[in-house]
Every structure is written in structure tokens, then in C-alpha cells.
């Protein structure tokens, strides 16, 4: 076992989608001992629009109604497995979607799995890290404490930012996606501070933790 596994540190799945979105960044995720450093995320919950789960259980998503710290995967257009973690207590409906990782381990398997080189490419998007880090339904429901999965929180703090979320048609006024400030490896970046009293957009919530 690696000094960095060994010493790995928890995260706390039962806090709220959005604290667990934000502690996630900067934080480490193997499936089968591939992946990296999480860069990106988002916080979804029952009480908004766009989560999967605002209009109660179903067979999909049961698996957000279940215990925090567990894996929510489900199918995007029909084409692409994406990984969610579960949080809050059982029956609440809560999760936060893995968007992107900065790639670290397994690079040969991350690149045969996507039929590309670029590194950069490999986990930008969370279509892509369900490919890359070979997720499929044979995950869903199954606990991130133990294998396939290794997840632990970042060493030290790291400089997250913050900004509405990609892709959705509800809720969309929601700063719930998070990600590691300065980073290459995002599925898109954010929107760029403004200097003062130039008119420019608002600058992204920024916060070290």
C-alpha cells in the first residue's frame, strides 16, 4: 500500500451535496486503482429542479435515497456511464456528480479505454471519467470506502471555485459546480473575474479550504 492510501483521509458523505461538491475537489478517486485527482464536481438535491431525484425514488435512482457514500451511476443519452457519490442521510436524495479528474494512475488504461492520447482530454467531462476510469452499471450502489473504489480527501488546502451548472434547463442559477482553481484538466473553465468597474461578468465565488 502507497504512504498516500495508507494515511488516506475520510470525507464526510453525510454532510449537504453542496459542502460534499466543494471537499471533493482536490480529492482522490481510484476505481481499480485508475484515476486521479477530482477537479470538478457538482452538487445536486431533492429540493432542486434538475436532480434526478426531485420527484422522489424510482428504480434509477434509488441508489441517492440509499446510504451517503455510496456510487449513483446512471446512463447519459443513452451513450455514456457517469459517476455520481450518494450524500445526506437515507431517504433525503442527494449526490454529487464527478465531472472531471485530473488523471494520475492507470494513464495506459485511461488511454486505451477513451482511444486517445492527450492527457487533458482523458477526464474532462463526466461522460469521459465514467469511460476512462471504466464505470458501468456492475458500480451502482457500491460503497466508496472500500474496492474498486479508493476516495480520500485532498493533503492540504486548495483553492476551489464556484459557478452555475453545465448542461441543465432548471435551477440553472445555482453556484453548484465547483472546481480546482488554475486547472488544465477542467470539462470547461470559469468564468473569468472581472476587474473593477470595467462592466465585465460577476467573478466566480472563491473560496481556499
Not at 32 to 47: F, L, M, N, R
Not at 186 to 207: Q, T
Request: charged fraction near 20%; include cysteine; proline fraction near 8%.
Amino acid at each position: 500500500m502507497s504512504p498516500r492510501r495508507a494515511r488516506a483521509r475520510p470525507l464526510d458523505f453525510e454532510a449537504s451535496a453542496e459542502d460534499v461538491a466543494r471537499a471533493l475537489i482536490g480529492a482522490t478517486l481510484l476505481v481499480d486503482g485508475v484515476g486521479g485527482v477530482i477537479v470538478e464536481t457538482e452538487a445536486y438535491d431533492q429540493s432542486d429542479a434538475a436532480s434526478h431525484t426531485h420527484r422522489g425514488p424510482t428504480a434509477r435512482n434509488a441508489a441517492m435515497f440509499g446510504p451517503s457514500g455510496h456510487a449513483y451511476v446512471y446512463r447519459s443519452y443513452g451513450l455514456h456511464w457517469c459517476l455520481n457519490f450518494t450524500c445526506r442521510e437515507p431517504g433525503h436524495g442527494a449526490g454529487v456528480l464527478i465531472r472531471a479528474v485530473e488523471p494520475r494512475e492507470g494513464l495506459a488504461q485511461m488511454r486505451a479505454r477513451r482511444g486517445l492520447e492527450d492527457v487533458r482530454l482523458l477526464c474532462a467531462g463526466p461522460g469521459r471519467v465514467g469511460q476512462a476510469l471504466g464505470i458501468t452499471l456492475a458500480h451502482y450502489g457500491l460503497p466508496l470506502d472500500r474496492p474498486p473504489f479508493f476516495v480520500a480527501a485532498a493533503d492540504e488546502a486548495v483553492d476551489v471555485v464556484a459557478g452555475p451548472r453545465i448542461g441543465i434547463s432548471k435551477a440553472i442559477e445555482a453556484p453548484w459546480r465547483f472546481g480546482l482553481a488554475g486547472s488544465r484538466f477542467l470539462s470547461r473553465g470559469f468564468a473569468v473575474p472581472a476587474a473593477d468597474g470595467d462592466g465585465g461578468p460577476p467573478s466566480p465565488a472563491r473560496r481556499r479550504r
